[in-house]
């Protein structure tokens, strides 16, 4: 079978996905992964064939200049139950979400995707949630399709709600605007061009929220591009090891970091313990001089670290969460309210593998104490075992191949 990945233009939501297209192609399918032209060495760094689609776009230049989106009300989408929404503000959501979102990262994609499904006739679409160019795709050339989450999956939440509370309303910003793209395509709107036909979910039930989607479980399997197992590695920590990562995103997409990294650092090296820094060259600038305990790595896969941690601080982006989470280290995640990250971190906590900060007017002193806890209490350790029992339970992605493809 012929199957099409396709992705936003985020590392992050490549390396996702990536694990699953090595399975599909390993199994004997053709496996393409379409997305943005600037994302192009992503895919080809992962050992697939990359399909660019459409021009560039200035996505990223928005989220520069709009700093302070990410801590906003409207990218917080942590509360998607009916409980935490009301329909003026789940309509407005999804008003600001399409307009200055979805629609421009999708708008530049979806004509020359469509024209390549054409062309090549997929037979399985596997689309990123906030891909929709993807769903649009799979309709256009009648091919099966689903989502493959790298968040809990808010996004069916979330629709489920404004389904639940739109009653006899007319308004639907999302529909109306996928409506439009279809039309253009020659077929109509239909909810499967929100979530998909089926969602694939490597988060385990707990951690995650219901949809009433049908869900695809698969094991987690930690991809961070170049990886290399270095000497020091191999030598077991003298003292407990924690890592710190705040990811590339915000330092790349949103012109630096939202906790002071070096103020982090410094704290932490306060504790009786081995802190490994794993920073981009611009947060690496931030620091001068640091602690003897203090180790700065730039680069560094996350997974090739992890087994010899005690501890993690990150960001709470997926990629890192995952990684932890199937490492079985507690985790501290200090992040703003963008997409599930609060949902995700408050769902560690309340399985005792972790704990959470908000990344607003954050003390480093705080993240010091949050780091000795997790060290030092024993609970934080087997809970982080429990949850990694839970996400490795999942079946690996080559065993959903088949349930994908109908093979």
Known sequence: MRVLFVSLPERSHVYCMTPLAWAMAAAGHEVRMATSPMATGLVTGAGLTAVPVGPEHDVHQGMAGNRDSQDSEFSDWNDPGPDGM????VLLRYQISVRYGFAVYNDPMIDDLVAFARHWRPGLVVWDPLAYAGGLAAKAVGAAHARYMCWADVWGAMRATFLRLRGDRTDDPLG??????AAAHGFGFT????????????????????TGSARVPVRHVPYNGRAVVEGWLREPPARPRVCLTLGTSNSERYGGDFVPVADIVAAV??????????LVPRQRAELGAVPPNVRVVEFLALHTVLDGCSAVIHHGGFGSFAAALVAGVPQLVVTTRISDHVLRARRLADAGAGLYLASGGLRPEAVRDAVARLVDEPG?????????????????????VGRLTGA
């Open 86 to 89: 009301t329909w003026e503000n």
């Open 176 to 181: 109306d605007w996928l409506g439009e793209r």
């Open 191 to 210: 909810e499967d061009l929100v979530v998909g036909e089926a969602t694939v979910d490597p988060l385990p039930a707990s951690l995650g929220v219901p």
């Open 269 to 278: 090296a306060e504790l009786d313990v081995e802190v490994v820094a794993a």
């Open 380 to 400: 934080f350790a087997k809970g982080a075992a429990a949850a990694r029992a839970e996400a490795l339970a999942h079946p690996a992605p080559s065993e959903i």
